[in-house]
């Protein structure tokens, strides 16, 4: 993976937002979706639909053992878990050690929101996730879409956090776009 710099993608301001991200997952994740345009759906802009397709998200392909904390280990058995891996390990690779009062740790809270099925909360935890960095991705590259925190994050402290994370991210910033300096 030479010559690809995480901090350099247009998602990595969504990306660096989440405390448990993994630089190497994260990679390989933007790796295999390429352009994000191409997985869009012009009629349901909300919808990462094509994205959940991409890495074969569904309950069956996100398996976990149990035993290894809170948030388990993915085990990873053959081609379609591997793939479902990719995301999953890309935001939660660090969960087990995650401040749960942190806002900035969203996807660990969902995915901790059902106890009895690692499975389905790792899996809406996920999704999430990929919704997450579809849109960032997107108000990066499209002049006609904007991301809204107060309708993605569930409560106003995340909404609050990510508004301080951009503004972190844009004072440090040499470069501009039509919403000010990029990381």
């Known amino acids: ?17 989440i405390p448990t991200h993994d630089p190497h997952f994260c990679k390989l994740m933007l790796i295999y979706i390429g352009d ?13 639909q094509r994205l959940y397709s991409l890495f074969r998200l569904n309950t069956r392909n996100v398996v976990y053992r149990q035993g290894l904390g809170d948030v388990p280990r993915l085990n990873v058995w053959n ?62 590259v499209d002049p006609t879409f904007e991301f809204r925190p107060d309708y993605f994050f569930k409560n106003v402290d995340e909404s609050d956090a990510w508004r301080q994370h951009v503004q972190d991210m844009v004072a440090g910033s040499p470069w501009t776009t039509k919403y000010g300096p990029v990381c």
């Open 1 to 17: 993976m030479s010559g690809f710099e995480l901090q350099w993608h247009p998602a990595y301001r969504g990306i660096s937002f």
């Open 36 to 48: 994000i345009q191409h997985f869009c759906d012009r009629e349901q802009p909300g919808s990462a």
């Open 79 to 140: 081609a379609r878990t591997e793939m479902a891996s990719k995301p999953v390990r890309a935001w939660s690779e660090f969960a087990l050690d995650a401040n749960m009062d942190d806002p900035r740790n969203f996807l660990v809270r969902i995915a901790r929101r059902s106890s009895k099925d690692y499975s389905k909360g790792m899996l809406a935890a996920t999704k999430k996730f990929l919704q997450f960095v579809q849109f960032i991705w997107l108000e990066q």
